[in-house]
């Protein structure tokens, strides 16, 4: 079955502090891997994607995130958390066909001053 | 880059009345629109998908009577609850895809409330 799973619900890190948020998927075809954040009661702003190529994958606001095939992994890293990157992030794996996203059940990030 | 709006962002309706839900893709010609619900503190549930003109394939367990969507052009969706009640309360996202597009544009929202 295609899944994602995101096995952290919530993390609180220092600012300043390092962040990785853990993502793993099991998909029958050649994944199309993203990461959205969701500010409470606004839409989902993307943050990286991979489709193919490098698998060490630049975002926005410093994220950045790497493939691991054969972890089946995408997991999403910034060196240095911000207090406004508190929020809920999802990972979400798709097709090239362009089917539906499959999302994960999200992680909510606390930032601690 | 590709740009899709969603209206109204909250609505409040009496239970019993219909509430319609637009998605608009401002850039680019959305081939396929996809329609989600949120629950509080949930992910993202996938109601249906819709492509220009056909009929809108629902998810198992969603009721494509209540729930009626329509993609009658490259860049306007629809969805419209039709008799709502409290229970349809909730976050709704729509998101499309379109074939010059790499990905997926998701709208800001919309939070339906039914008292």
């Known amino acids: 079955a295609q899944s994602v799973t995101q096995p952290d619900i919530h993390i609180t890190v220092s600012e300043g502090a390092s962040l990785e948020l853990r993502c793993n998927y099991s998909y029958g075809a050649t994944p199309y891997l993203f990461w959205y954040v969701q500010s409470p009661g606004q839409g989902l702003q993307l943050l990286l994607k991979y489709f193919s190529g490098d698998t060490l994958v630049q975002g926005i606001k410093g994220f950045e995130a790497e493939f691991k095939r054969s972890q089946s992994s995408f997991n999403l890293r910034k060196p240095s958390v911000h207090w406004s990157d508190a929020a809920e992030y999802f990972c979400?794996?798709?097709?090239?066909?362009?089917?539906?996203?499959?999302f994960g059940k999200g992680t909510t990030l606390s930032v601690s001053s | 880059g590709a740009v899709v709006s969603q209206h109204p962002s909250r609505v409040i309706c009496k239970s019993g009345t219909s509430v319609k839900i637009e998605c608009r893709s401002l850039?680019?010609?959305?081939?396929?629109m996809f329609w989600y619900r949120q629950f509080p503190k949930k992910s993202l549930m996938l109601m249906a998908t819709s492509n220009e003109g056909s009929k809108a394939t629902y998810e198992q367990g969603v009721e494509k009577d209540k729930f009626l969507i329509n993609h009658a052009s490259l860049t306007l969706s629809t969805l419209t609850v039709t008799s709502a009640h409290p229970e349809d309360s909730s976050f709704y996202i729509c998101?499309?895809?379109?074939?010059?597009?790499?990905?997926?544009?998701f709208g800001s929202g919309t939070r339906l409330t039914v008292v």
């Open positions: 998101s499309a895809t379109g074939q010059r597009t790499y990905g997926y544009t």
């Open positions: 850039d680019f010609q959305a081939t396929t």
């Open positions: 979400a794996v798709g097709n090239q066909a362009g089917t539906a996203l499959i």
